[in-house]
């Protein structure tokens, strides 16, 4: 199994606080994203980083950033969460951004804003 | 853009029924295609990818034939069983730089005894 890690694994939050979630790897992969799961939705991408330093946004990336300082960690922000924020979130690895290329997914973050 | 399209679930079969899941896509270029499984409480994993058109992807039983003429990579396993109760994603991957997979919705497939 890949060597990734999401911390924390489940949250209860309040609406308008702040909340992180880190990912973390052990197979220095180069690119890193952020998926969120939802019923009737599948998996839409928040935000993904092809290097240290280097990011992107994905097709819902409203109300979330991200930081990566190190190949191993990718830290997802949400500065303010809000209800519609609820849901599951996956963290993936890839080696190559080649089309072939094998994204590993880690156990998800299960978020609940109250 | 790019999408992908799969089949409504849930879908609910008996043991040793033949599964389809239909899975067609919208690109630009010639895309990857893939199928990934999630089963309850786990992250997704892949089940199985074709690089090419009229390639075949196999795993576990399951096969999918990357069909160009009609932009499709559909699901197929000949005999279910229990232990493949599971959410099944089609995805697809561009070539030309794009470094993001685009899923389908999923679709949840209930296999009873």
């Known amino acids: 199994d890949a060597g990734i890690t999401q911390s924390p694994r489940h949250k209860v939050t309040e609406t308008g606080t702040p909340v992180t979630l880190r990912c973390h790897q052990t197979?220095?992969?180069?690119?890193m994203y952020w998926y969120r799961q939802d019923p009737g939705h599948g998996l839409r991408l928040i935000h993904y980083s092809y290097g240290v330093k280097d990011t992107d946004k994905g097709e819902v990336s409203d109300g979330y950033s991200v930081s990566r300082s190190k190949t191993e960690d990718f830290l997802l922000t949400l500065e303010s969460a809000t209800s519609s924020q609820t849901s599951v979130y996956f963290c993936a690895i890839s080696e190559s951004s080649g089309s072939t290329g094998e994204l590993f997914f880690g156990e998800g973050s299960r978020l609940t804003v109250l | 853009g790019d999408s992908v399209t799969q089949m409504e679930g849930p879908v609910t079969l008996s043991e040793e029924a033949f599964l389809t899941i239909n899975c067609t896509y919208t690109a630009t270029g010639y895309p990857s295609l893939f199928w990934y499984v999630q089963y309850p409480g786990e992250g997704l994993q892949l089940l199985l990818k074709a690089t090419k058109a009229d390639d075949k992807g196999s795993n576990k039983g399951f096969e999918a034939t990357y069909r160009k003429e009609t932009t499709s990579f559909h699901l197929e396993k000949g005999s279910v069983q229990v232990s493949d109760s599971a959410v099944y994603f089609c995805?697809?991957?561009?070539?030309?730089?794009?470094?993001?997979?685009?899923f389908g919705k999923g679709t949840k497939l209930t296999v009873n005894p």
């Open positions: 995805a697809l991957r561009t070539q030309g730089g794009s470094e993001k997979l685009v």
């Open positions: 197979e220095n992969h180069r690119y």
